[in-house]
Nanobody, 125 residues
Framework: QVQLVESGGGLVQAGGSLRLSCAAS????????MGWFRQAPGKEREFVAA????????YYADSVKGRFTISRDNAKNTVYLQMNSLKPEDTAVYYC??????????????????WGQGTQVTVSS
């Protein structure tokens, strides 16, 4: 059983930054792909970003491209999401997810095998 625990959420003003972390239990970071999703109130969960095992390949939703950066440290079994230039529409619960396989260019929730509990990010205007 793989466990994912997110942290780093909070309240920030528009234009500010936050860095989310996702700590994985032993072996989770060796999954081929780690990703971040988010779910705003009253909306469906949506893809944010993904990264392959080596960290050399990343994939982003158009809505966050150029503002968010996903990275990973396999020695620490941790994945990060650096969020800059935050907007009120970025307000959501952010979830970490893990999947096996080589395909990191997937935004499908069903492709991911493990999920964290989520961390709240609120961006005030």
């Amino acid at each position: 059983q793989v466990q994912l625990v997110e942290s780093g959420g909070g309240l920030v003003q528009a234009g500010g930054s936050l860095r989310l972390s996702c700590a994985a239990s032993r072996g989770a970071a060796s999954s081929d792909v780690m990703g971040w999703f988010r779910q705003a109130p009253g909306k469906e969960r949506e893809f944010v970003a993904a990264i392959n095992w080596s960290g050399g390949n990343t994939y982003y939703a158009d809505s966050v491209k150029g503002r968010f950066t996903i990275s990973r440290d396999n020695a620490k079994n941790t994945v990060y999401l650096q969020m800059n230039s935050l907007k009120p529409e970025d307000t959501a619960v952010y979830y970490c997810a893990a999947k096996y396989g080589y395909n990191y260019k997937t935004a499908r929730m069903g492709d991911y095998h493990y999920w964290g509990q989520g961390t709240q990010v609120t961006v005030s205007s």
